[in-house]
């Protein structure tokens, strides 16, 4: 299939591990960010979003971190499974004016069996 | 129907050659985004729609590349005289409402111009 992010930087994890997946941020102004996975061939899966008023929310497997301080973001991922081997990407918006997501550069995962 | 769909999957067009790439949002979704994505990269914007109008165009690339959605559902977005700059990976999202976070984006198509 096709390659989504043949230079990516790569995050390799084994099975079962936790995996922490890290962004950067320049959008002061963003009113909520989010955390898109995208597999080889296929469109970006919305995973989770934060508002920027809120610094950890929790989801199925996955907890995302916001410190705005240092404009950074993580996604945490539990008890890490074949199936989350991705390219993950963060995306930032906001709720006036520009409708359009503002995509980081992205991060691949690749899950050891 | 139960996601974006794009066609076509794969598009390889002749350097000059004008192109049409369809997308069909999610009945009744409000908001259409196209966005690219070069090998590599993360999704680029390209122009937003809110039912049938383009509302923000700010992202296209040239005069070259036209969007359309004139009865706010399916959409086109045409690519004229194509270059090898153009290849890509064409990407759809629709969301239910402006104020909605959650876009769900199509397969793509990706585009080569040889």
């Known amino acids: 299939g096709e390659s989504v992010g043949l230079h990516l930087p790569t995050l390799s994890v084994q099975e079962g591990d936790n995996s922490i997946i890290n962004c950067a941020y320049s959008n002061s102004a963003s009113d909520y960010f989010i955390w898109y996975k995208q597999e080889s061939g296929k469109g970006p899966q919305f995973i989770i979003d934060?508002?920027?008023?809120?610094d950890k929310r929790q989801g199925q497997r996955v907890t995302v971190l916001l410190n705005k301080t240092v404009k950074h973001l993580s996604l945490q991922i539990a008890a890490t499974q074949p199936g989350d081997s991705a390219v993950y990407f963060c995306a930032e918006n906001r709720y006036t004016g520009r409708r359009a997501l503002t995509f980081g550069s992205g991060t691949r995962l690749q899950v050891q069996p | 129907g139960a996601g974006v769909s794009q066609s076509p999957r794969y598009k390889v067009a002749k350097r000059g050659q004008d192109v049409a790439l369809r997308c069909d949002p999610i009945?009744?979704?409000?908001?259409l985004f196209w966005y690219q994505q070069a090998l590599g990269q993360g999704p680029e914007f390209l122009t937003y729609?809110?039912?049938?109008?383009?509302?923000?165009k700010s992202g296209l690339p040239s005069d070259r590349f036209f969007a359309e959605r004139p009865e706010g559902s399916v959409s086109t977005l045409k690519i004229q005289r194509t270059q090898q700059e153009d290849s890509a990976v064409y990407l759809c999202?629709?969301?239910?409402?402006?104020?909605?976070?959650?876009?769900?984006f199509g397969q793509g198509t990706r585009l080569t111009v040889v």
């Open positions: 934060i508002r920027s008023n809120m």
């Open positions: 009945s009744g979704h409000v908001s």
């Open positions: 729609f809110q039912n049938e109008a383009q509302l923000d």
């Open positions: 999202a629709s969301t239910l409402t402006t104020g909605r976070t959650e876009a769900f």
